[in-house]
């Protein structure tokens, strides 16, 4: 293809004389062949933005155009690798340019040395098209990778066989000459088709309390995470990427700190998948583009991350993404459509912000695969970073208008070290009544009626609190502070969880559901002695409530939960006897 | 090299250059004026047809008929083992009476992102002697944490503490201190560098100064060129680099009077829509390399513009950074020195450098203890100035009292009063003792069983000493007070007021 010139270099943006490409079209730019991708054309010239650093580019320079747009390699070999932005695995860009990021280098997504062992699963003769499965690679100790029918390819199976390959060799080949490797090449910006889209009714467990609970989020759905810095976003992220029931994890970080990305780095190979018992990492993903590094790539990163989970999906998983942070995302648009001189539009956002946002969040879904009969579905978890904590900004209120799930980060929770810091009244879940009945289910037939005690509970607490700011809780009703205690007692030991306690990390159903029943128990037992005519006074100094805050510490809890049932109908018993 | 004579257009710190042969983006250029001064400027934009240079020490005097000599290399300083001890400008040049610095080598001033595959993970508890620092908004090496500050509060006096009071403990390492100042008051300067002299801090220290009335564009670089020479002497000669930067404000500042220059489109409160990422090159520059002895760690400090934390400089700084340590304005009327606020204050890497290995196996339960009650305290006063206190219950009284001991004991210390760790939690256990043991719920049984002691607050230092004696000791000799109540009844009236 006809190389051009380099026109003019203002930033990451660049513009070109004389290239033949289309919208999106990846280049090379000048001596050091940077990567670039086409983002306008207008006449003669092609503005392209370059995903590494542009120093010392000069005018003059050649730019060369491959005519294919941005894509990432899909195959064996995606699990527990870190990339950057534009899917350049970073060990390998350590190893070629030492511990920082220099620029000018290719590395290619997937180890092409490296031989899988593959095995056939379509015979000769079958009648293959886009998703079908071609045979399986056991990508990771549990974890079967299953080679796919890249979409847009069909025919009649001329020859397949199993052994040990590499990621280039054909594995098949089909009547009309196509031969078939184990990994083909996706363009990011382009959403994967499936068979059909359903809707999501299974939730996806995450073992926080608060979520699983009073918030719950659908496999297949769609969760924002906003909050104020400080307010534990990304604690909450790494928390879900550990603990949720997911398959296959797909964390972003972008724009976000290095030291962050590090701590997960070091953090996953050492903890266990408590479904499989093998390390964490196996199941992960992760792209890291810190918030220094080029913002072109940053721009890419969360498409690069969405299409590798897309592609999990379409073998039959449950993908869980989690983006850190989409604010950051939207800057990077912010940045690169400023230097287009674009006519911005809200906060100097370009106009396109919320067509961006609504786009990426409709990728993710619950689907029927092309060739499988299990479903997959990606579950998208975004962090949004408002400035200065006000939700009424563009990223917030564009998000806002797509996803389902609202976890709502509160800096005064943050403060008070309440964590996770999600604010139970500003948040929603609209999932939570599709979700009521498998959760009835699976876990107990009241789940959803103890939830919605405790939501009642809550909402009154804070009308009370108000009441108590002004005359203080000695002066309310009787019946008003045992409210006000049981909501004390729900916050303090359900809704509060440390993500650095090695059992109250994680909590099972099961537990959160024990846990809400012996609080609950508690309010009805007050309310029950109090018209027994107890003293509140005494009601409210019972020892064994005080004590349901130690079950989140201990992994036995049955024994301890027993103990303290039963202690607290002696002290109930006293209590209302006298 | 050509020199050209094309200057078509100058307009605040820039200069437009026409018809040049190709000019690489971001090049150094040197400008000739006709009284043959020389000046600097950088390239921002360069096309076939036309280069736009920012000059970093201002446009005044320039004219058409100056030449511009574009020197086809990126900004360089020049690093050695000579820089420690010396004072320079803005741009790295010797401002002390000393000799010109012969550098070992020229590194780039922009500094490349490290790669996150090669980052090593932050552990190294790092002892300020600042009790709300160390206990509640641990510091740990290769982090970086801004101070949140307002105008006319004591915040150069606090990074002052931390800089000669800062170590890791049994470690004995090389520990240098990189200073920068971008538009700073002279006589800020001279405090900084008096009290650096006064402690002999000098020695292993670098500063790299620009004034209040040096070229607003200089500040650009300045922070740049002080990262440059802390991942020299990190990296390179594997010594531990604590990097003060003050004040972050005046850096943006100066990076929106460019943006406004080049006519950019502003984002919020007219700072350019890439403040974020152009900040993010100059923080993210923290850290720890994997398999190399240095580290450096970064210590901004801002001024909150009319004390507003979501105002972008610190709202974008905020999320950038590890945590932030907020000063009040309260504290600071209330007399209280260091008046460091808590509640807003955070450090996200604490957990990584505390605990039974770092600092003691209590200190995670025992800050968010003082948070939690802190908090209830604080927010209690509200309550007693509508009904007073004699309305409250019994627990509320007593955290009422510990909110206001809290501030009086463990937050205010003095400017050289150097508190170890276990002075630091020993106190804060003493506090907590004013309260029931009950009303300590973010502890943990076991814990409260070895460490808490009821009345504490009560109790004179001697029997402290039965426990702690060898720190409680020390604590005396520094001045620490660790018996409470008597200061406090003049406060306690105050409060009421």
Known sequence: ?578 | MKEYKTITRIEGPLVFVENTEPVGYSEIVKLRLGDGEIRTGQVLDTSEKLVVVQVFEGTRGIDKNATVKFLGDSMKLGVSEDMLGRILNGKGEPLDKGPGIIPEKKLDITGAAINPYARGSPADFIQTGVSTIDAMNTLVRGQKLPIFSGSGLPHNEIALQIARQSKVIGMKEKFVVVFAAMGITNEEAQHFIKDFEETGAIERSIVFLNLADNPAVERLITPRMALTAAEYFAYEKDMHVLVILTDMTNYCESLREIGSAREEIPGRRGYPGYMYTDLATIYERAGIIKGKKGSITQLPILTMVGDDITHPIADLTGYITEGQIVLSRELHTKNVYPPIDVLPSLSRLMNLGIGKKNTREDHKQVSDQCYASYAEGRDLRGLVAIVGEDALSEKDKRLLHFAAIFEQEFVRQGKRDDRSIQQTLDLAWALLGSMNKEDLTRISPEFKEKYFKANAAKTSSGQKEEHHGQSAQKADERGTKVSVRKPLQGLDEEDNK
């Open chain 1, 1 to 578: 293809m006809d190389k051009g010139k380099i026109y003019r270099i203002a930033g990451p943006v660049i513009e070109a004389k004389g290239i033949d490409a289309k919208m999106y079209d990846v280049v090379f730019v000048g001596k050091e062949r940077l990567m670039g991708e086409v983002i306008r054309i207008q006449e003669e010239l092609s503005t392209i933005q370059v995903y590494e650093d542009t120093s010392n580019l000069k005018p003059g320079e050649d730019v060369e155009p491959t005519g294919a747009s941005l894509s990432v390699e899909l195959g064996p070999g995606l699990l527990s690798s870190i990339y950057d932005g534009i899917q350049r695995p970073l060990p390998i860009l350590k190893d070629k340019m030492g511990d920082f990021i220099k620029r000018g280098v290719q590395a290619p997504g997937l180890n092409h040395e490296k031989r899988w062992q593959f095995f056939a699963a379509a015979k000769k003769g079958d009648a293959v098209s886009s998703g079908f499965i071609l045979g399986t690679v056991e990508e990771m100790p549990g974890i079967i990778h299953k080679v796919l029918v890249p979409p847009g390819i069909s025919g009649k199976i001329n020859s397949i066989k199993s052994g040990s390959f590499t990621i280039d060799e054909p594995v098949a080949t089909l009547e009309n000459g196509t031969s078939l490797r184990m990994f083909h090449l996706w363009p990011v910006r382009i959403p994967r088709p499936s068979a059909k889209k359903l809707l999501p009714e299974t939730p996806l467990i995450t073992g926080q309390r608060v979520i699983d609970g009073l918030f719950p989020v659908a496999k297949g759905g769609v969760a924002a995470i906003p909050g104020p810095f400080g307010a534990g976003k990304t604690v909450t992220q790494q928390a879900l990427s550990k603990w949720c029931d997911a398959d296959i994890i797909v964390y972003i970080g972008c724009g976000e700190r290095g030291n962050e990305m590090t701590e997960v780095l070091t953090e996953f190979p050492h903890l266990t998948d408590p479904k499989s018992g093998k390390p964490l990492m196996n199941r992960t993903v992760l792209i890291a583009n810190t918030s220094n590094m080029p913002v072109a790539a940053r721009e890419a990163s969360v498409y690069t991350g969405i299409t590798i989970a897309e592609y999990f999906r379409d073998m039959g998983y449950d993908v869980a993404l989690m983006a850190d942070s989409t604010s950051r995302w939207a800057e990077a648009m912010r940045e690169i459509s400023s230097r287009l001189e674009e006519m911005p539009g809200e906060e100097g956002y370009p106009a396109y912000l919320s067509t961006r946002l609504a786009e990426f969040y409709e990728r993710a879904g619950r689907v029927i695969p092309f060739g499988t009969e299990k479903l997959g579905s990606v579950t998208v978890i975004g962090a949004v970073s408002p400035p200065g904590g006000d939700f009424s900004e563009p990223v917030t209120q564009g998000t806002l208008r797509v996803i389902k799930t609202f976890w709502a980060l509160d800096a005064k929770l943050a403060q008070r070290r309440h964590f996770p810091s999600i604010n139970w009244l500003t948040s929603y879940s609209l999932y939570f009544e599709t979700l009521g009945p498998w959760l009835d289910k699976h876990v107990a037939p009241d789940w959803t009626a103890r939830v919605k005690e405790m939501k009642t509970l809550l909402q009154e607490e804070e009308k009370l609190l108000e009441i108590v700011q002004l005359v203080g809780s000695d002066a309310l009703p009787e019946k008003q502070q045992i409210t006000l205690e049981v909501s004390r007692l729900i916050r303090e030991f359900f809704l509060q969880q440390n993500a650095y306690h090695e059992v109250d990390t994680f909590c099972t159903l099961e537990k959160a559901y024990k846990t809400m029943g012996i609080i609950l128990e508690y309010g009805r037992a007050s309310i029950d002695a109090l018209e027994k005519g107890a003293d509140i006074g005494r009601i409210l100094s019972i020892k064994s409530k005080d004590r349901i805050g130690e079950l989140k510490f201990v992994a036995q809890y049955e024994p301890l939960l027993h103990e303290l049932e039963k202690e607290m109908a002696k002290e109930f018993s006293v209590v209302s006897v006298n």
